[in-house]
């Protein structure tokens, strides 16, 4: 009998973390690295980080070509000390609510991923930090224009990932905020959704396959409740419909 228990599938911005991590990430640019480096190698990385910033909102950079710039800057700063600090900061924006949820990624039973369009050089360490042991992110990629790991990237690698691991055929719980994310929430049976209420009208709609359970104003209680139900009535499903099909194939069979 295949498994049939649900895999977790995380998004990071606005599911896990409050935020967007993403304007974060490159303040911690602009002000130019570790304070202990040189000063002027300090404003000469918060400059073409100022410049770069300044190309985007002339609309001269496209989002993921400004990430991809970014993520080079980023490998030239190349200090632990500004990635320390900038970590500290994002932990500091995990939901309370999800915590029953991050409790879940130390159990061996427990398969999760967590599925960002974030750079992985920051995502990946996070991730690593909250307890995934599986971390699909942003990385850097052939050219400028490589596209970040959103929408229909995402839900290909996301995809893949579980076809390698031999996930392809359990069931998908998905912590999600964003219609960003609708090629992926498609293809999996319960959505925990963080989002607003308008885009969660809209998710649904399109989506209809799909189970959606506003989560933002959970208690810490209610989420692992939840997360229980959830998982148990997903597997349950699950292996109806496993032995369904396997039941079917006997009476057909010759």
Not at 40 to 60: E, H
Not at 134 to 155: H, I, M, W
Not at 181 to 205: H, I, K, N
Request: charged fraction near 25%; include cysteine; glycine fraction near 6%.
């Amino acid at each position: 009998m295949p498994r049939t228990d649900p895999v977790l599938l995380f998004d990071l911005d606005g599911t896990i973390l409050r935020r967007n991590s993403f304007p974060l990430w490159v303040m911690s640019m602009l002000t130019g690295g570790d304070p202990q480096a040189g000063l002027r190698r300090r404003a000469a990385l918060s400059l073409r980080a100022q410049d770069l910033l300044i190309q985007r909102k002339l609309g001269r950079l496209s989002h993921d070509r400004f990430l991809r710039d970014l993520q080079s800057l980023w490998a030239d700063i190349g200090d632990g000390t500004t990635a320390a600090r900038l970590q500290a900061k994002l932990l500091k924006l995990v939901r309370p609510n999800l915590a029953p949820a991050m409790k879940l990624l130390g159990e061996p039973q427990t398969d999760a991923l967590l599925a960002t369009a974030a750079a992985a050089e920051y995502a990946e360490p996070l991730g690593r930090a909250l307890g995934f042991h599986y971390v699909l992110a942003t990385s850097r990629g052939p050219g400028r224009d490589a596209p970040c790991n959103s929408g229909e990237v995402k839900r290909e690698r996301v995809l893949e990932f579980l076809k390698q691991q031999g996930w392809a055929h359990r069931p998908r719980i998905f912590f999600n905020d964003h219609m960003d994310d609708l090629p992926l929430m498609e293809l999996c049976q319960a959505v925990c959704w963080f989002g607003s209420t308008r885009e969660l009208r809209a998710a649904r709609a399109a989506a209809p396959n799909a189970r959606f359970v506003p989560c933002r104003g959970l208690r810490p209680d209610e989420m692992h409740q939840l997360i229980a139900h959830l998982r148990q009535s997903v597997e349950a499903a699950q292996l109806a419909n496993t032995v369904s099909a396997s039941w079917s194939r006997a009476m057909t069979a010759p």
